[in-house]
């Protein structure tokens, strides 16, 4: 199958020259029957039918030669413009290594410009091979393939990667529930038109898992052998499409002719080389030979590429890709044996596919997706189990923790209990004496408060007699009063016009003159020598002349009413003079006032001023008389109020002192209270430490054995971390590999294969590992006994590999 897929690309460099002549030939028919060339670069024996002779033979080239034609790039200008597209030259491509370089550098663009569906593919030499066949293929015009290879090995991820590096337009189509065949026509339809009309360059992947009818079949065995499928386009629009390429037809066909069924063949040929189908099928299909006698096509109009089991190296080779960068508790040697050891899995595996149908009578299959997945579950497998025994390890290196701390905490608070024993003692002195400083404290707030007491009450008392003293002066006081508004209401009455007529009088009449005499008395102004004068009073008719004391109103006039400011003074002394008005003042008026005509009305008759000023001389008299019996008690009243200031000045003194006394008592009493708290706080933390320091030494003598056994355990868990990277090994191989086996078959491959090539490879692994225990724990698997599964170990194991 290599040969006829030409797989072996070397084969350019290393086929052997062909001559013309007659010798030549007969030379090279020689050699065809006595040499087989040796790619690996070692010796070969070959010999001829009948002869029993062998000849050992130099191959006649060391080093196989690989021909590509993806060595050149495309060519950017500054702006990162493509200004041409790398020519496709087929040429040398050096080295196997070189090639991988080159390779790895388009894979990187791919996943760049396809970041969903990126790859990741281990180029391993028989993966290279394969890539540089199909590459060569979809290079070439009407190149198509069939991959004929189990699920998994790489037939369409390196067909991706091919048509990436050829330039080709990739196209595989999306299988869902209502595709059918119109569907599949559609989408040839489709890529009819870009390869045909628009002439690009298109690879066609197609699954045998893609194949819903087989119809689907005799659609590709169709483009196959003539290029041509029936309904596909009409008439009219395949001829309009192949019109388009006239252009093309005259400039590339030396025989063409101006006819429609010229142009329309034009376009199905340059379909056929424009548009690559590359067939992925499986050989284990049991419908693969029935499609391959039925469909001549599929197999006649492809190169057919057979990919094989992977090579040990390739196994190998992967399994670093996969393992290399994992941190495992091993040494580098040892790592290096469980990947080996990975591969050979495998390979064992597919040989013990043989044996178990030589002994059952079954077949059972192993793919590459069963290794790839064997290292995914590798992965996640050791992670997580070294998850888990971290966790286990510092849980008990926890436990540990808890109890060293624990008896070091039962010391520390011996120490902490012994202080506090002692802080209490000295908190209960404390306390007592200053219950003592306390209670002579109380006693003297107590002494006085009682003598507060006693001048509060005197004070108070006093209080009581003053205010009803001075409600009765208040009340005489108010009897006065209206005399002395009647005075303010006189003097109101005088205006400055009236006074200054009254002052420009010559011979003002005997009351205004009389009046002017009260005043004078009134401010005691000075007056003349007492003579005896006539004097008459009184209005039109009942004007009287008597004889009087002679008036002093030209002293006045001259005097007293020359002042400018006379009835300011006048105000005055109302407001704050009246009260120096004596006893003698008013008997020397008293003559005045008794006179007959000696009245504001009569003074109304000579003058307004004067009547106002006689009011104001009555009033004054009037509120002398009223005061008289006021004055003693308001007296009497600023004494005994000056006496109830020096006791409240006194009373005053006295809380002060009481209240220094209840200040003195009362931080006492806070520190008495405050030593209190700190004593019963005290006496609080040392029942609680003592009480812990009790349950902590009951629970540390309780966890003496506990202790002893997590110390062991912390000591195990390096050497199950170090075991760990052969059981995740043996543990994963046989979730991903025993499940087709029956139960006595899985135990002979886990215990005398996998087992033994772990063991012979240095790689450390648990003796006797139970499996199912190490793969699931008992919890689960009582849950599902519950659901219903069976409790024998066939069953799950069953239940393991679900």
Not at 113 to 127: G, I, Q, R, T
Not at 222 to 250: C, H, W, Y
Request: charged share 30%.
């Amino acid at each position: 199958g290599l040969a006829a897929a030409g797989l072996g690309a070397e084969a350019e460099g290393s086929r052997p020259s062909t001559s013309t002549s007659q010798d030549g030939k007969k030379k090279n028919r020689r050699e065809s029957k006595a040499v087989i060339p040796n790619m690996a670069g070692g010796k070969s024996r070959a010999s001829t039918p009948g002869s029993s002779a062998m000849l050992e033979l130099e191959p006649e080239y060391t080093e196989p030669k690989y021909f590509v034609d993806f060595l050149h790039d495309d060519e950017y200008d500054e702006d990162g413009i493509l200004v041409a597209e790398a020519p496709k030259i087929y040429e040398e491509g050096g080295t196997l290594e070189f090639l991988r370089n080159r390779v790895h550098s388009f894979m990187e663009g791919y996943n760049q410009e396809n970041p969903a569906m990126k790859l990741n593919l281990v180029l391993f030499d028989d993966a290279m091979r394969h890539l540089m066949t199909i590459s060569r293929v979809l290079g070439m015009p009407r190149g198509n393939l069939m991959l004929v290879g189990v699920g998994g090995s790489g037939k369409q991820s390196l067909t991706r990667l091919a048509t990436h590096i050829a330039g080709h337009h990739p196209f595989q189509i999306a299988l869902s529930k209502s595709y059918n065949m119109n569907s599949l026509m559609d989408d040839i339809r489709v890529l009819y038109k870009l390869c045909g009309q628009q002439r690009k360059q298109a690879t066609f992947i197609f699954t045998d898992a893609e194949i819903k009818d087989e119809n689907f079949l005799e659609v590709f065995n169709s483009f196959l052998m003539t290029g041509e499928i029936a309904n596909l386009f009409p008439k009219d629009e395949l001829q309009i499409m192949a019109a388009e390429l006239r252009p093309f037809a005259v400039k590339e066909r030396p025989d063409f002719v101006e006819t429609p069924e010229f142009l329309v063949r034009y376009f199905i040929d340059s379909v056929r080389a424009n548009l690559h189908l590359v067939l992925c099928m499986s050989p284990v299909n049991i419908k693969f030979p029935e499609r391959a006698r039925k469909f001549p096509g599929l197999i006649n109009g492809c190169a057919i590429d057979w990919f094989l089991s992977w090579p040990e190296e390739a196994l190998v080779a992967v399994s670093t890709n996969f393992i290399g960068d994992m941190e495992l508790e091993c040494d580098p040697e040892t790592k290096q044996g469980v990947m080996v050891h990975m591969g050979m899995v495998h390979r064992m595996v597919v040989e013990s596919c043989a044996e178990y149908f030589q002994k059952m009578r079954r077949n059972a299959y192993q793919t590459p997706k069963s290794f790839l997945s064997f290292l995914s579950d590798y992965k996640h497998m050791y992670h997580t189990k070294i998850a888990e025994i971290d966790l286990k390890a510092s849980r008990v290196q926890m436990g540990l923790d808890k109890l060293l701390k624990g008896a070091e905490d039962v010391e520390g608070m011996k120490i902490v209990l012994a202080d506090e024993e002692i802080k209490l003692r000295h908190a209960e002195e404390a306390t007592n004496a200053m219950l003592g400083k306390l209670e002579k404290s109380s006693m003297d707030a107590k002494k006085e408060a009682d003598a507060v007491g006693k001048i509060k009450d005197a004070c108070e008392e006093d209080a009581r007699n003053i205010a009803a003293e001075k409600a009765d002066a208040e009340a005489d006081l108010a009897k006065a009063q209206p005399f002395v508004e009647e005075a303010e209401r006189a003097v109101n009455s005088i205006k400055p016009n009236d006074l200054n007529e009254l002052k420009k009088l010559t011979k003002p009449s005997d009351i205004i003159k009389l009046i002017f005499d009260c005043v004078g008395l009134l401010k005691m102004e000075p007056l003349n020598r007492v003579e005896m004068a006539e004097v008459t009073l009184g209005i039109g008719k009942e004007k009287k002349t008597f004889t009087f004391l002679r008036d002093s109103f030209k002293t006045m006039q001259t005097g007293m009413l020359s002042d400018a400011r006379f009835l300011q003074n006048i105000f005055y002394f109302s407001k704050y003079e009246k009260d120096l008005i004596n006893d003698e003042t008013i008997e020397l008026m008293n003559p005045y006032l008794e006179l007959e005509g000696f009245s504001p009305i009569v003074a109304r008759n000579a003058s307004k001023a004067a009547e106002g000023l006689c009011s104001w001389c009555r009033a004054m008299t009037y509120y002398h008389e009223a005061s008289k019996i006021v004055k003693p008690k308001l007296e009497a009243l600023r004494l005994a109020e000056a006496r109830l200031a020096d006791a409240q000045r006194d009373l005053d003194k006295a809380e002060a002192k009481l209240q220094l006394c209840q200040d003195v008592l009362d931080k006492l009493k806070a520190d008495f209270e405050a030593s209190m708290a700190q004593k019963k706080a005290i006496e609080e933390g040392a029942l609680n430490t003592k009480k812990k320091m009790e349950q902590a030494t009951a629970l540390i003598d309780g966890l003496a054995g506990e202790r002893q056994r997590w110390t062991e355990d912390s000591q195990k868990f390096e050497d199950t971390k170090k075991r760990m990277v052969g059981d995740v090994a043996l543990g994963c191989a046989f979730v991903s590999y025993c499940g087709p086996f029956n139960q006595d078959f899985r135990e002979y491959m886990v215990r005398s294969k996998f087992t033994r090539d772990l063991r012979d490879r240095a790689v450390p692994v648990s003796s006797g590992l139970d499996l199912t225990n190490f793969l699931v724990d008992v919890g689960t698997i009582g849950d599902w006994n519950l659901d219903g599964l069976p409790t024998d170990p066939l069953s799950i194991q069953n239940g393991i590999l679900v």
